[in-house]
């Protein structure tokens, strides 16, 4: 049962962010959770699988990817960790559930309004790139929902559904090695059990970038920018009551 229900969580969560460049971290860390694996297990092992099913990308997009600006945001990325190992020292696991869970609420109501207001699309700064890699910094190494700020990041610069696929996959790739790294230095690494458990739902996966990748083909930048404004609203959302419901059975 576990091993079905992970793969089918991989495969799904997988599937969208080849189609929108995010999100795979954020749909499959509930799954995990509700498979009882621990959250700090659970981060660990989702920011690897993110690494591995996005592999595929990075080949495919290479050359769509802009270096300059996903480089920014990796500089970004390691201060950001250290503030969320600061972080996760002081706050319990539901609270960082929370605090991750109404960023991307508030993400994705900051991006509906500017859509519903302005509609146009400016070139990021570069302090706002540095600041968006060092918001998915401290996210990924908390929650392992690093996803949001590049997305929205991007969302906003104007780039081609290409460029943004490409960004977004280099980016996790080489920001979530760091992550990982720096988890297996101040915490180690989990010794996660059932590897060929794993193995399985990291197939899926894969399985599931490749469908998502050849689906974003054929999706305009409209209906691009559509699908990641409501996949954002709708991953807070689902973060925040997951989170209540967890504190509901706690306390009863």
């Known amino acids: 049962m576990v091993l079905v229900v992970g793969a089918i969580g991989a495969f799904v969560a997988c599937t969208v962010g080849g189609l929108v460049g995010f999100a795979s971290s954020l749909l499959l860390l509930p799954v995990l959770l509700l498979l009882d694996v621990p959250l700090w297990e659970a981060v660990s092992l989702n920011l690897?699988?993110?690494v591995l099913t996005r592999l595929p990308s990075v080949i495919a997009l290479r050359a769509h990817v802009d270096?300059?600006?996903t480089a920014t945001m990796l500089a970004g990325t390691a201060p950001g960790i250290g503030i969320?190992?600061?972080?996760?020292a002081a706050v319990p696991s539901v609270g960082l559930e929370l605090i991750a869970g109404a960023a991307v609420l508030l993400s994705g109501l900051y991006l509906l309004r500017a859509r519903a207001s302005a509609g146009d699309h400016r070139a990021p700064r570069g302090a706002a790139t540095v600041l968006a890699g060092a918001c998915s910094g401290a996210l990924g190494v908390t929650t392992s929902l690093n996803g949001v700020p590049p997305a929205v990041l991007l969302a906003r610069s104007g780039a081609t559904v290409q460029t943004r696929l490409a960004d977004l996959s280099v980016f996790f790739v080489l920001g979530n090695c760091v992550t990982i790294a720096a988890i297996a230095l101040t915490r180690g690494l989990p010794m996660m059990d059932g590897s060929s458990t794993i193995v399985v739902w990291l197939?899926?996966?894969?399985?599931?970038?490749v469908v998502g990748l050849r689906l974003a083909a054929s999706v305009g930048e409209?209906?691009?920018?559509?699908?990641?404004?409501?996949?954002?609203?709708?991953?807070?959302t689902g973060s925040l009551a997951g989170t209540a419901w967890?504190?509901?059975?706690?306390?009863?």
């Open 246 to 252: 967890d504190v509901l059975q706690a306390a009863g």
């Open 84 to 88: 969320g190992l600061l972080l996760a």
């Open 48 to 50: 690897a699988l993110a």
């Open 67 to 69: 270096v300059r600006r």
């Open 203 to 209: 197939v899926a996966g894969m399985l599931g970038n």
């Open 222 to 236: 409209g209906l691009f920018d559509a699908m990641t404004i409501w996949l954002v609203l709708l991953s807070g």
